[in-house]
C-alpha cells in the first residue's frame, strides 16, 4: 500500500515539475493567453482554458499508456525488464537527474505548429482548444522529455500500477495549466508577476529533484550492481 502511495504521489510531482519547466511553461502561458486574445467572453475563455489543459493530459496519459503496454506486452522484453530493471534504474536515475541539473545537455526534436494552424485550431472552438493542448503537449523539451521518458515510464515499469501512473501524471501536468486559464479568464492582470515567481520556483524544485535522483540512482547502483549493502 505504502509503495502505491509513493508512486502515485511521484507521478503526480513530476507532472507537476514537467508543466511548469521553462518551456512547456512558456508555451502553456502564451497559449492561454492566445485563447483570451481569441475568445471575448471570460466563461468561454475559461472553458477553452480547461479544454486546453484536458488535451495536454490526455496525450501524456495516452502516450505513457501506449508506451508503457507496448512494452510490457513483448514477452522478451517483459523478462528482461523484470531481471535488469532494478539494476538499469540506478544509471537512468543518475542520467536524468543530471539533465535536470544542467550539467548534461540534450537535445530533443519537437514539434512545429504555424501560426496559421493554431488559428485553425482556435476558431475550432473547445475542440480546437483541446487539440491545441493535445499536440503541444507532445512538443518535448530537454526537461520535459527527461522527466517522462527517464522518469516517469521507467517508474511506471516498476510500480504495481504500472500503466495507471501517466494518467496521474497527466493531472499533475494539467494542475498549473489550469490554474493560469481561471486566472486570465477571471481578468488577472500581474501573470507576468506570477510567471517569473513560479519560474524561480521551478529552478528549485527542480535541482532539489536532480540532486533526489543522483542520490537515489548511487544507491540502487550500490544495492543492486556493487553491492555493497
Known sequence: MESIFIGLISALWLGILTSISPCPLATNVAAISFLAKKITHPFLVLISGIAYTVGRMVSYA????????????????????????TKALGPVLIITGLILLGIIK??????SF???HQNK????????AFLLGAIFALAFCPVSAALFFGSLIPLALQSKLGAALPFVYGIGTGLPVLAFAVAIAAG??????WFHKLTRLEYYMRIVTGLTFVLVGIYYISVYILKLF
Do not use: C, D
Request: glycine content about 10%.
Open 121 to 128: 485550431l482556435v476558431e475550432a472552438g473547445v475542440p480546437g
Open 62 to 85: 495516452v502516450l505513457g499508456f501506449v508506451l508503457i503496454n507496448s512494452i510490457l506486452g513483448i514477452p522478451e522484453v517483459a523478462q528482461f525488464l523484470q531481471k535488469y530493471m
Open 106 to 111: 540534450i537535445n530533443f526534436p519537437g514539434l
Open 188 to 193: 488577472v492582470t500581474s501573470l507576468s508577476h
Open 114 to 116: 504555424s501560426q496559421k
